[in-house]
């Protein structure tokens, strides 16, 4: 079964500050890759996806990733923290079918 | 285009009791999948209907069952509820394509069994 890890359950960043958030997958095929965004008392917003098409996915409010299939990674990234950016950040791989394999999650404090 | 609805939001409920959550899908999307989110077990998958048939189940207990109707609407139930049910239950809907169709999420039904 394929399996994420996200590292550190929750991030602290200045506004203004890079933003990484660190993701690994475990998967025996080529995955698809997914990272979400969550904000109190809400669904998933999806931020980005990664289909093979390119390493590199550009996702919306300025998030990047890169997928870098040596390190079975998929790390988030943004230039620039804003204070907006504060919510809970979640990757996911899917597997079977349509069915996501979430990792645990990691909340981003961003500090003014 | 609509975003996925999910009805209703909140629900209060004791043990014993049985409880049916339901979402309807983006417009023209085919599959729904739902999801349970507790703060000690994460998001984890529940199962997915695709054109009124269960194409993919998680590993929870038979207490969870669902079923999709003609026009892509789900419904949820979960019976003979206990504490640990307790959860915020997602609902996502896509096209139908495997692996590397997008999901879109609703908002939750927030469930609190007493």
């Known amino acids: 079964a394929q399996s994420v890890t996200q590292l550190g359950s929750h991030v602290s960043v200045s506004e203004g500050a890079l933003v990484l958030l660190r993701c690994n997958y475990s998967?025996?095929?080529?995955?698809?890759l997914f990272w979400y965004v969550q904000y109190p008392n809400q669904g998933l917003q999806l931020l980005l996806k990664?289909?093979?098409?390119?390493?590199l996915v550009k996702g919306i409010n300025g998030f990047e990733a890169e997928f870098k299939k040596s390190e079975t990674s998929f790390h988030l990234t943004k230039p620039s923290a804003h204070m907006s950016d504060a919510a809970e950040y979640f990757c996911?791989?899917?597997?079977?079918?349509?069915?996501?394999?979430f990792g645990a999650g990691t909340i981003l404090r961003v500090k003014s | 285009k609509a975003g996925v609805t999910q009805t209703p939001r909140y629900l209060i409920k004791t043990r014993g009791q049985q409880v049916t959550l339901s979402c309807s899908p983006i417009?023209?999307?085919?599959?729904v999948s739902w999801y349970q989110q507790t703060p000690g077990q994460g998001l984890q998958f529940l199962f997915e209907?695709?054109?009124?048939?269960?194409?993919n189940k998680g590993n929870f207990p038979g207490r969870f069952s669902g079923r999709q109707f003609s026009n892509s609407r789900s419904e949820m139930n979960v019976s003979t509820l206990e504490l640990g049910d307790s959860a915020l239950y997602l609902c996502?809907?896509?096209?139908?394509?495997?692996?590397?169709?997008?999901?879109?999420f609703g908002p939750g039904t927030r469930l609190t069994v007493l």
């Open positions: 996502a809907s896509s096209p139908g394509q495997l692996g590397a169709d997008t999901q879109y």
């Open positions: 998967s025996s095929v080529p995955p698809y």
């Open positions: 990664y289909t093979s098409a390119a390493t």
């Open positions: 417009s023209g999307h085919r599959s």
């Open positions: 996911a791989v899917s597997e079977v079918g349509n069915k996501l394999v």
């Open positions: 209907y695709f054109s009124e048939t269960q194409r």
